[in-house]
């Protein structure tokens, strides 16, 4: 883990880079970058010299109304703002080999469409407890690794891989072909989460509160596994299931 950079190291805010031109020098320098924010509708030839830039790397572009980036900065962005990650995220094609090397069962954890930077934060704490591996979130649609998700993971954040990828089926694929297991935890199935066997090298997948699981990721899963509920309130928050489901792999792993 010695590639992290230490917590003493971290900002209270993201650090943001400003200006088309330095954006662009930023990406070749290979800094961390957690987002891009674009102003609606902007072009020019040094615009599309940074669309260009991004399309080799896994660094989110997101077109916005200049409202929301004279929020951000008073100085002369130029319609174009970065914001500099606080921490170095990981290749999941990288981790599974090590961890099989050091003579460990993965345990890897992956979130679909998870948003919230506190429920990121919060599930981040927990897979740190239990000994997750990774985890792996998907380019758009994934919570913004901030301050606050820093803060609610206790520091966890900077101790644990996170993978970034473009797309989950195929990173689901690579996991099945690597020897792991995927158990994705929902509500659609009447299997417990009681049933799968998280001795066997394992991939958990938790989807958004809101939206669940996608169908595509159901579909590739080989257990469907629900937490079972009995009162009047039908579900958990996310990150409460994540540890639900976690610990039952802890449980089964710390009785085998």
Same mark, same amino acid.
């Given at each position: ?103 460990? /069962? +993965? *345990? ?7 948003? $919230?930077?506190?429920?990121?934060? !919060?599930? %981040? ?11 792996? /979130? +998907? *380019? ?7 301050? $606050?998700?820093?803060?609610?993971? !206790?520091? %966890? ?100």
């Amino acid at each position: 883990m010695d590639n992290f950079r230490r917590p003493q190291r971290a900002k209270e805010n993201n650090e943001f880079v400003f200006g088309i031109r330095a954006v662009i020098e930023a990406v070749k320098a290979g800094r961390d970058i957690e987002t891009i924010y674009q102003q609606r509708g902007l072009g020019g030839e040094l615009f599309l010299e940074l669309k260009a830039l991004l399309k080799d790397t896994l660094i989110p572009l997101n077109a916005v109304p200049i409202e929301k980036l004279n929020r951000m900065s008073q100085k002369n962005h130029q319609g174009v703002i970065a914001v500099i990650s606080p921490i170095t995220y990981q290749n999941i094609e990288d981790i599974i080999p090590a961890v099989f090397e050091k003579g460990e /069962v +993965p *345990l890897i954890l992956v979130l679909d469409s998870v948003t $919230d930077v506190r429920n990121m934060g !919060a599930m %981040a704490r927990t897979a740190a407890c239990v000994g997750v591996h990774a985890i792996v /979130v +998907p *380019l758009k649609n994934a919570a913004q690794i901030n301050a $606050d998700a820093i803060k609610t993971s !206790a520091g %966890a954040l900077f101790n644990i891989p996170i993978c970034r990828h473009a797309n989950l089926h195929k990173i689901c694929l690579y996991l099945q072909e690597s020897g792991l297991q995927i158990v994705a935890c929902t509500e659609k199935t009447s299997d417990l989460i009681y049933a799968p066997d998280y001795t066997m090298p394992t991939a958990i997948v938790m989807g958004s509160e809101d939206e669940g699981i996608s169908n595509d990721l159901l579909r590739v899963a080989d257990h469907l596994a629900k937490i079972p509920m009995s009162g009047k309130i039908e579900s958990l928050n996310v990150s409460v299931s994540a540890g639900v489901i976690l610990y039952e792999a802890v449980r089964q792993r710390t009785l085998s």
